[in-house]
């Protein structure tokens, strides 16, 4: 797959129709519209809900590791299982999966080129029966903290050469010209954006067909705004799941060795107080 | 790159429009006899409304009904 820098931790359609039957490969759908698994998924998937399955409501945080460990367990994952994601909306939710399985030290865990829609286009097989897979043993890691970044990170960073912050969100957002996209219920005080934070659309990283650009198409993106292989790179957008997909090609495709997702993003930022923003 | 596989039974329909001042895409197929539809904003792309029928018009109206109610 073009000449990504972590080529292993993406995999073709083609291939998970090769390996549906590989007993040491588990392929989970994570969707943005929770309801699509429902629908239809590729034979054999397993289907997370991010909302209630990969996130702590009560502390708004990611899984803790207990619950992490029943998750992998209950879904026929264990230590040393290829984990394939995908979803839909060109892997936006199943890159948020794969940034809390690395960060909890997860081997191999990889991201299925095109998610859904890929799938979908190509009139590959699905089916509508939830995988009932059989419950193993799973002992997570400590949590990664180095991928994750938190408000104080982001305010040690500002104005700081070396650092790149890169708004993956709409430009209107960026702006500060709506305070939330049409439909989505979560929202903040104030309009705009970190300070010094570069505008790069999250979706730009995809084609139509909703595959990864190549690496020089990546390069021409995030290099033109100043993000370069060199600096440190804090990614966030609202709630932090679009940029987890920036934060993986960053990371696994174009090969930046410090990049960070901040999952706090606006909806913590812009209801700061006393947090500087531009617009 | 591959080609989409564009079998007319479930073909992946996907078309721009703006409703309320909205930009929308609506996407639309067919699995096991069932058509659906999502509507979703263009940017970030996430669902903003949903349906389902027993053929591809009633699922698109079904949907497109909900989101001139939600934006």
């Known amino acids: ?279 | 790159m591959e080609q989409p596989t564009t079998s007319n039974d479930r073909a992946y329909q996907s078309e721009k429009q703006t409703i309320n001042n909205c930009e929308v895409e609506i996407v639309s197929y067919q699995i096991n006899g069932t058509y659906y539809c999502h509507v979703n904003n263009i940017d970030p792309g996430a669902t903003i409304a949903r349906g389902k029928g027993a053929d591809r018009a009633t699922a698109v109206s079904i949907a497109l009904e909900k989101v001139h109610r939600r934006v």
């Open chain 1, 1 to 279: 797959m073009s000449n990504y820098a972590h080529p292993e931790t993406l995999v073709s359609t083609d291939w998970v129709v090769e390996n549906l039957e590989n007993d040491n490969v588990v392929v989970v759908e994570v969707d943005v519209d929770t309801a699509a698994y429902e629908e239809g998924h590729v034979p054999g998937s397993i289907g997370w809900n991010w909302h209630t399955q990969l996130s702590d409501n009560v502390r708004r945080d990611i899984i803790g590791k207990d619950d992490f460990e029943k998750l992998m367990g209950a879904s026929g994952i264990g230590n040393d299982t290829t984990v394939v994601l995908y979803g839909d909306n060109n892997n936006w939710f199943a890159a948020w999966a794969f940034w809390q399985l690395k960060m909890y030290g997860h081997k191999d865990v990889r991201l299925m080129n095109g998610g859904r829609k890929k799938w979908l286009l190509e009139g590959k097989a699905l089916e509508t029966d939830a995988a009932a897979p059989a419950v193993v043993s799973y002992s997570a890691g400590e949590v990664d903290k180095s991928l994750r970044a938190f408000q104080m990170d982001v305010f040690q960073s500002l104005g700081k050469d070396g650092v790149s912050l890169v708004d993956v969100r709409s430009p209107k957002e960026f702006s500060g010209e709506i305070l939330a996209p049409a439909g989505l219920p979560e929202t903040c005080q104030r309009g705009g954006h970190i300070p010094g934070a570069q505008n790069i659309g999250w979706g730009t990283a995809a084609n139509e067909d909703g595959t990864f650009k190549t690496v020089e198409e990546l390069k021409a993106i995030y290099e033109d705004k100043g993000v370069t292989s060199d600096k440190n790179v804090i990614t966030y957008c609202r709630i932090g799941e679009r940029s987890s997909l920036s934060w993986y090609v960053l990371k696994y495709l174009m090969g930046y060795e410090n990049v960070i997702n901040y999952d706090g993003s606006w909806t913590e930022w812009g209801n700061l107080v006393g947090a500087p923003i531009e617009k």
